[in-house]
T-cell receptor
């Protein structure tokens, strides 16, 4: 009963380093999302995908890249880490998109950039 | 630009009390509204989703109402329990968009 799995759970990066946050779902959902949550704030959408090979920008895409080569996986890449990207990152998925059904969330990746 | 506000930011109640959490949004042209629960160090769990054509949804001790014209939603929790302690977030979806706009949440503490 895995649902949405995110790795790693915690990571500390130095300014300028790059890394990929992994997200996998086993529910055969078409829609997948990446959000960031800053302390005391709501979630903001970074990127989303409506199916393999299709991605689109959300509200705060700058500094991030995504790809969707399979239905299951939706990795998020940070190319040049900056302190402003310190946040908790959540991946989510749904079958019919935001207008249809609730999203299922992973437990998040806590990222600190020093 | 859609903005979602949740009041209060924090709420502490004794066990057994009925309580109401509030959510307001500035643009009434929404497709649906969701209430989520977030436990410390965890992701979000969807509690209730109300389509714009609906007035309320119920699940167990939870009841969510939606008044789209006034831009308001409430989450009613009956007979609160310590296990209900968490942060509750509401989010709205605009028509034709995949973007959920979230409020900052209400942190609920239910004291035994």
């Amino acid at each position: 009963n895995a649902g949405v799995t995110q790795t790693p759970k915690f990571r500390i990066l130095k300014i300028g380093q790059s890394m990929t946050l992994q997200c996998t779902q086993d529910m055969n959902h078409n829609y997948m999302y990446w959000y960031r949550q800053d302390p005391g704030m709501g979630l903001k959408l970074i990127y989303y995908s409506v199916g393999a090979g299709i991605t689109d920008k959300g509200e705060v895409p700058n500094g991030y890249n995504v790809s969707r080569s399979t239905t299951e996986d939706f990795p998020l890449r940070l190319e040049l880490a900056a302190p402003s990207q310190t946040s908790v990152y959540f991946c989510a998925s749904s079958q019919q998109g935001a207008i249809g059904q609730p999203q299922h969330f992973g437990d998040g990746t806590r990222l600190s950039i020093l | 630009k859609q903005e979602v506000t949740q009041i209060p930011a924090a709420l502490s109640v004794p066990e057994g009390e009925n309580l109401v959490l509030n959510c307001s949004f500035t643009d009434s042209a929404i497709y649906n509204l969701q209430w989520f629960r977030q436990d410390p160090g965890k992701g979000l769990t969807s509690l209730l989703l109300i389509q714009s054509s609906q007035r309320e949804q119920t699940s167990g001790r939870l009841n969510a109402s939606l008044d789209k014209s006034s831009g308001r939603s409430t989450l009613y929790i009956a007979a609160s329990q310590p296990g209900d302690s968490a942060t509750y977030l509401c989010a709205v979806t605009q028509g034709g968009s995949e973007k959920l706009v979230f409020g900052k949440g209400t942190k609920l503490t239910v004291n035994p």
